[in-house]
């Protein structure tokens, strides 16, 4: 019994070890997608997904890019650095995708744009919005805006006065995430704005993503009384910190930024009235938008989050690029891909008017979102500095 | 376990050097003969890295029978410590950052690994002398809130410093900037499968060497019964701490081979060394057996080409994960091996 499960276990691995991947026909473009299917931030993993794919069937509904079927190759990387690397260099060494979308979290973004850097395969992240992103190298490239200009529209919206759209404060408190680079990066540009604006920033507490309790924090923020509250967090610690903002008596506006994305359905009441920077609007009027919307509520059953539109915008870009690109073989090919890609320029996508700037960053408006019942409305749009 | 008289310590060393330079050359011929930037190698790195863990927990877990939840803690100090030599030291010592392919940059890289290790076992003293006295829940309380504190620490550093920034910040301060959440990312790798495996292969070594050993006796004698080992005149704290700084110090090792991923840059973020980190640490150790060095092996191994091969399922792999390993826990609850060693299921039967 010991000797036959012991051997069983090693001809399984044995077997499965020698397997490969299934190579691609070569009448197909594959395309590469790394992301936290599963995970802490699996939500925005799954949201990204959902839109490449529809993407993709779109694109192959269509006949391809110029006669070719894309196939989308994904793996899940569980939100962890060591995944990332074995499922980009699988992407790249074993399946051969033309490109690679990449991750939403920045250092994951970071992880997988050095292999892809080094192996001269263009990588395109829909969201990652840190802008250390990019700097790993010129096959990397987003389609989202970057936290300095993030934390920008926030710290204008908060300033500009009442009758230029703003809310005409001064005095704003920041409690930020220590757990997420995210909510670092976006804490400290939107203080460097805020001053620059002539806002005061009176307090900035911390905590952990994930906590439970932030009394503390709050009571700190209570005592110095600012007019509004910045929490560059995730949206779960976002409702949590908002309930428990509104026990303790702070009544002040709350600010933030794209991770509050669906905190209107946990936050319930004490989120009402809070505004957030977003990559777009689902209520905009243009025609991109409202295509956008109604294809992914009636696949998916409910409306497209950022994230989405992100992924949808990425995998359209790379086609417009792989459009204008010179097809040849492989190393090639991905250069000239890189090459088309760093060329964009006025992209209509759902999420704006793309184009790449010289450091491979999309330069497009961002709109700030102000939350109604379970709703969200357009309450400001900053254009690109 | 076989009752087998201790070696001798000159005995000992002779018969360590041939094995480590038959390794040294596997671990060579690796190098060569596995193309760079494949995934083979990608999966083999992984799997280096997952022994060395797994194999320098069993030493406090395994041999020493104390429960150690805390390794990833160690780990991320190691990968920090090595790291800094590599991006600040290298900054220091060449004027710039880049990766210096030449005999001074690749010693550059062993001395970076080895004062990972240092931090990581001084760490581990620190720990060890005032937490070793606790035993069994308490310990394992200690160890976790360790791993968690480092991870919490290395989250709040300022951002990593450019070469063009370096100026501004005296000396000794610079290594306090290490990325924060973002990690310590814009490092360049000199890792390889040689270097990796060589890593493993001393791993290996130490481990077997020192289990057959007076002090591997001792640690084997605290894990069986403390009051007893007291008893013969076994200092057991002594012994756990040494324990303790051992594992650390290899947990260092990998913890240096990790944040310097292959051929890329550097990927260090103090999330990557959460609890969960431990856990999958203890996971192989309990799975291959408590103590047996071939058993944390092969379980390492077994684990890492599982979460790989099981990539297919997507959604599904860890519940699919969790299921196998309630199914092994479930067919064989002292662990694949048990306390025995692999070559023992080839020995004639001569005991229980």
């Known amino acids: 019994m010991r000797n036959l499960f012991l051997s069983a276990l090693v001809a399984t691995f044995a077997c499965a070890g020698c397997k490969h991947g299934p190579k691609a026909p070569s009448n197909v473009i594959v395309v590469g997608e790394y992301g936290s299917l599963t995970g802490s931030e699996a939500t925005f993993g799954q949201s990204t997904h959902n839109g490449l794919s529809m993407a993709v069937a779109e694109i192959n509904g269509a006949g391809g890019i110029k006669g070719k079927k894309v196939q989308l190759v994904n793996y899940d990387d569980q939100g962890k650095t060591s995944e990332v690397g074995t499922a980009v260099t699988r992407l790249i060494a074993e399946d051969n995708a033309l490109a690679v979308i990449g991750e939403v979290a920045s250092s994951l973004s970071i992880a997988g744009g050095q292999i892809c850097q080094q192996q001269g395969v263009p990588m395109i992240s829909p969201s990652s919005t840190n802008p250390k992103v990019t700097e790993t190298g010129d096959y990397i490239f987003r389609v989202c805006f970057i936290d300095p200009f993030q934390g920008y529209v926030m710290a204008r919206f908060a300033t500009n006065p009442k009758d230029k759209g703003g809310l005409g404060l001064k005095r704003v408190a920041i409690l930020v995430d220590q757990r997420q680079a995210y909510s670092q990066g976006l804490a400290q540009y939107f203080a460097e704005a805020l001053k620059k604006l002539g806002g005061q920033v009176v307090a900035t507490e911390s905590y952990q993503g994930g906590d439970q309790d932030f009394s503390a924090q709050l009571t700190r923020i209570r005592d110095v009384k600012p007019e509004a509250i910045y929490l560059p967090g995730y949206y779960t610690d976002v409702a949590n910190i908002a309930k428990q903002a509104r026990g303790l008596g702070l009544t002040a506006p709350l600010l933030g930024g794209d991770g509050w994305e669906s905190v209107q359905e946990i936050g319930g009441a004490a989120v009402q009235g809070a505004y957030f920077s977003n990559h777009y609007s689902a209520d905009e009027k243009r025609p991109e938008v409202q295509h956008f919307v109604d294809r992914y509520t009636k696949q998916f059953g409910k409306s497209p989050d950022s994230m989405a539109a992100l992924g949808y915008d990425a995998m359209m870009l790379l086609k417009n690029a792989i459009e204008r690109a010179h097809e040849g073989p492989l190393p090639a090919w991905r250069t000239s891909v890189r090459d088309a890609l760093a060329q964009t320029k006025d992209f209509q996508g759902v999420t704006g008017k793309i184009s790449m700037d010289k450091d491979r960053n999309a330069t497009k408006p961002a709109v700030v979102l102000e939350i109604v019942d379970k709703h969200t409305v357009t309450a400001a749009t900053i254009p690109p500095q | 376990m076989t009752p087998r008289p201790s070696v001798s310590t000159p005995r000992a060393i002779g018969a360590s050097l041939l094995p480590l330079l038959l390794g040294l050359c596997a671990a060579m011929i690796l190098e060569l003969s596995i193309p760079q930037g494949s995934y083979v190698e990608k999966i083999l790195f992984d799997i280096g890295v997952n022994v060395i863990l797994a194999v320098s927990l069993n030493i406090v877990n395994g041999l020493t029978g104390q429960f150690s939840i805390g390794h990833a803690g160690f780990m991320a100090l190691g990968a920090y410590g090595s790291i800094v030599v590599t991006y600040y030291g290298g900054y220091a010592i060449f004027g710039d950052v880049l990766k210096h392919t030449t005999l001074s940059g690749y010693s ?40 968690e504190i480092i991870r919490v620490v290395l989250q709040a550093t300022p951002p990593v410093l450019y070469p063009s920034e370096m100026a501004a910040v005296p000396g000794w301060e610079r290594v306090l900037h290490l990325g924060g959440a973002l990690g310590f990312s814009h490092g360049q790798s000199y890792n390889s499968l040689g270097w990796t495996y060589a890593a493993v292969v001393v791993m290996l070594l130490v481990a077997y060497r020192l289990r057959e050993s007076t002090h591997g006796r001792a640690f084997l004698s605290v894990r069986e019964n403390e009051i007893a080992a007291e008893a013969i005149g076994v200092n057991t704290t002594r012994y756990k701490v040494a324990a303790f700084v051992i594992a650390a110090f290899f947990a260092g090792i990998a913890g240096g081979l990790f944040a310097h991923q292959l051929g890329a840059g550097t990927a260090s973020r103090p999330e990557e060394f959460n ?40 959604d599904y792999r860890l519940v699919a994960y969790s299921l196998l390993l309630i199914v092994v826990m479930i067919l064989r609850p002292k662990g694949l091996f048990g306390t025995r060693e692999i070559w023992d299921f080839f020995r004639k039967k001569d005991q229980p």
């Open chain 2, 108 to 147: 550059l890289y062993f001395v970076s690994l080895i004062a990972g290790g240092l931090v990581a076992a001084a760490a581990g003293w620190v720990v060890g002398l005032p937490s070793l006295r606790l035993r069994g829940d308490y310990l394992a309380i200690v160890t976790l809130g360790f791993g």
């Open chain 2, 275 to 314: 609890f969960m980190k431990s856990f999958e640490a203890v996971i192989m150790v309990v799975l291959g057996g408590m103590g047996s060095i071939t058993g944390a092996t092969v379980a390492a191994i077994a684990l890492t080409l599982l979460t790989e091969i099981l990539r297919s399922v997507q």
